[in-house]
């Protein structure tokens, strides 16, 4: 059996910064990713003529990308070269490319750099996770919690910076992007996790045992709850120009006021998840979103603000216990259901853009205008049919003693 690192030596100085590093190293390359969000419109409508289909393109080509590079850059990692240069190298090139995507002559290929661009950093949040992981401490929820909260926070900054970016050149949000890849290559860079800590894990540390039936289930929870997101960040944006005539700006706050608090609230989540147990709210969390989501294209403009706060804490009511639902399950079923989350977190990201481009095709009145309502009503019933189902398939895991809904924390603290 291979010997298990000692997780407490983490709790000093060293794995303090270590732990900050990371933080910051994921905050600064995950703004990029909804930077250019906003400016969906702008990037791909206005400066190569694209169509509404080419903006949820420029979305899906770049998760599809990421899903096909992350375990081959992970096992690629694995044999060759030390993690802080894995990363510096991604993100450093992914600068480049954001450069490259300013000057695209065309939208062909716009959309290929578009898609070697997702190849890149999808793979460098993904060993980011994975030194976060290796560095957690015996605190887990709390380390967790702040790896939640720096995922959600480097999405929530992007949001709004994007759009006042937008309204001033859309370019510029290539240029900024560059330059926030470049910081968090450096930040990266001095991330070290000890060779100690990466070998102590077993060799086949990716691997996951698909047999275990709990080992699904925060699989789908990352699904659902990235699937929804997918069709926000394309559909929505697109929604919210077409019908509300929203600016850059007005988009950007929007959708602020739903990753902003969605990004704030994770660690205390977490901690309450930890505390109290997390299966209650991870079910009626998800549940609940799927009702809010709904009502995005029933309401006027003037209460979008107070949807998109109520889906912030209902979100962060569902990703922070499912982090701790899912770290339960690495005990159990193997580390790789780690890298299996991102990935089924990614394929929920790439067909909801999909989907959405798909529906916003389909679903039109004679007059050719968009029927939206109907699409984030049809969402909403998806998300909350999932959430029932995953919720009686959670229930009956419990049942048959493959499960345990207690408090985790002590549970995770032993364990180490």
């Known amino acids: 059996m291979a010997p298990r690192f000692d997780r407490r030596r983490q709790t000093g100085s060293f794995g303090a910064m270590t732990r900050a590093l990371v933080a910051l190293a994921t905050i600064l390359t995950l703004v990029p990713v909804t930077l250019l969000v906003p400016g969906l419109h702008e990037l791909v409508r206005v400066a190569h003529g694209g169509s509404a289909g080419d903006a949820h393109l420029f979305m899906t080509v770049n998760m599809l990308a990421g899903i096909v590079a992350v375990p081959l850059v992970m096992r690629a990692q694995r044999r060759h070269g030390a993690l802080h240069w894995w990363l510096a190298a991604l993100l450093l090139a992914n600068a480049i490319v954001f450069l490259a995507m300013r000057v695209a002559p065309s939208l062909g290929a716009l959309l290929w750099l578009r898609a070697l661009d997702g190849a890149l950093h999808l793979p460098a949040i993904t060993l980011l996770m994975v030194a976060a992981n290796r560095v957690a401490g015996p605190r887990r929820g709390a380390s967790l919690g702040l790896l939640g909260t720096s995922l959600m926070l480097g999405v929530a900054l992007g949001s709004p910076l994007g759009g006042r970016l937008v309204d001033r050149d859309p370019s510029l949000v290539y240029v900024v992007g560059a330059g926030l890849f470049v910081a968090a290559a450096v930040a990266a860079f001095a991330v070290r996790v000890p060779a100690a800590l990466m070998a102590a894990a077993p060799v086949r540390r990716y691997a996951w045992n698909i047999r275990m039936r709990l080992a699904w289930v925060p699989l789908a929870y990352a699904f659902m709850d990235r699937f929804a997101i997918g069709v926000f960040v394309s559909t929505f944006t697109l929604f919210l120009g077409d019908v509300h005539r929203a600016t850059g700006a007005q988009r950007g706050l929007l959708m602020s006021l739903f990753l902003l608090p969605f990004a704030a609230l994770c660690w205390p989540a977490g901690r309450l998840a930890d505390r109290f ?96 309502a109907q699409i984030f009503s049809l969402v909403g019933a998806i998300e909350i049919t999932l959430a029932m189902a995953s919720g009686i398939a959670l229930a009956r895991l419990v049942r048959r003693r493959e499960l345990s809904v207690r408090p985790m924390r002590e549970e995770l603290v032993a364990a180490d």
Do not use: C, K
């Open 277 to 372: 147990g997390w299966y209650r709210p991870l079910v009626l969390s998800n549940v609940a979103f799927g009702v809010v989501f709904a009502l995005y294209g029933q309401v006027a403009l003037e209460t979008l603000p107070l949807l998109m706060v109520l889906s912030g804490v209902l979100s962060a009511l569902m990703f922070a216990p499912n982090l701790l639902l899912t770290s339960e399950v690495a005990h159990r079923a193997g580390e790789g259901i780690f890298g299996a989350f991102q990935i089924a977190g990614s394929v929920g990201f790439l067909l909801g853009p999909a989907v959405g481009g798909a529906l916003v095709t389909l679903l039109r009145d004679a007059d050719g205008s968009v029927r939206y």
